[in-house]
């Protein structure tokens, strides 16, 4: 994974206290979490650019 496709960047991306660990909440299919697992850069179907103020954007 690199630039923009960066789990660390995606809204998906989130601190689970009860591991203490960060986990993505999109369960992968078998398909793409085998893709995941064996390319250095993979292009995630399900990222999401995490924006915090895009809502707030909107309601401007």
Do not use: W
């Not at 992968?28 to 707030?56: G, T």
């Amino acid at each position: 994974m690199n630039g923009a496709n960066s789990c660390e960047n995606c809204g998906h991306y989130t601190y689970d206290e009860e591991y203490d660990t960060y986990v993505c909440l999109v369960n992968l299919d078998e398909d793409d979490m085998e893709r995941f697992m064996s390319y250095s850069v993979f292009h995630c179907p399900h990222f999401q650019i995490n924006d915090e103020y895009k809502i707030v954007r909107k309601q401007m």
